[in-house]
T-cell receptor
């Protein structure tokens, strides 16, 4: 069954302590993997799109990478303002533009 | 910053009432979506539209209905609210082209049915 799994569910980091979030997927024939950031009480905010294994995208302290089975969101020297829930989504094969979403990783960066 | 708006942001309403959640976008996107999100759970697609006069139900069984009379407007209506409808409702839009598949989300409506 097609699905998206994110780990860990929650992550607490000290400010400046780099780490990675994982998104594994079992969708056959990937047609796009997406990372979003969601702050409490708000809608998700688009971060990155990855299409093929080996692709990488960067934005400030965030870097997303993609393999054939999973994606990583690397956070380098995080700051407290990076605290949020990070969601991963994959495009559902055979649909025009629908997605499976993971349950997210809740990141807390402690000053 | 994405230009997609939802009203109201918060709504507390009694069982049996009819409610409409509003969603508008100014980006000219053809594709629009309604998701339901509960704490710690993934987003579930409840309705989507690929253009004017086009609406479909998503994977989550829902007692709501939607309409798409104008490109920019995609309201969701609950004819008779129940406590099980208590949730966060997120509206999203997308250009949905080959090079622009990402979705842009509104701020959400937090609905509580008492």
């Amino acid at each position: 069954e097609d699905q998206v799994t994110q780990s860990p569910e929650a992550l607490r980091l000290q400010e400046g302590e780099s780490s990675s979030l994982n998104c594994s997927y079992t969708v056959s024939g990937l047609r796009g993997l997406f990372w979003y950031r969601q702050d409490p009480g708000k809608g998700p905010e688009f971060l990155f799109t990855l299409y093929s294994a080996g692709e990488e995208k960067e934005k400030e302290r965030l870097k997303a990478t993609l393999t054939k089975k999973e994606s990583f969101l690397h956070i380098t020297a995080p700051k407290p303002e990076d605290s949020a829930t990070y969601l991963c989504a994959v495009r559902i094969p055979g649909t025009g533009n629908q997605f499976y979403f993971g349950t997210g990783t809740s990141l807390t960066v402690i000053p | 910053e994405a230009d997609i708006y939802q009203t109201p942001r918060y709504l507390v309403i009694g069982t049996g009432k009819k409610i409409t959640l509003e969603c508008s976008q100014t980006m000219g996107h053809d594709k629009m979506y309604w998701y339901q999100q509960d704490p710690g759970m993934e987003l579930h697609l409840i309705h989507y539209s690929y253009g004017v006069n086009s609406t479909e139900k998503g994977d989550l069984s829902s007692e709501s209905t939607v309409s798409r009379i104008r490109t920019e407007h995609f309201p969701l209506t609950l004819e008779s609210a129940r406590p099980s409808h208590t949730s966060q409702y997120l509206c999203a839009s997308s250009a949905g082209t080959t090079i622009s598949l990402e979705q842009y989300f509104g701020p959400g409506t937090r609905l509580t049915v008492t």
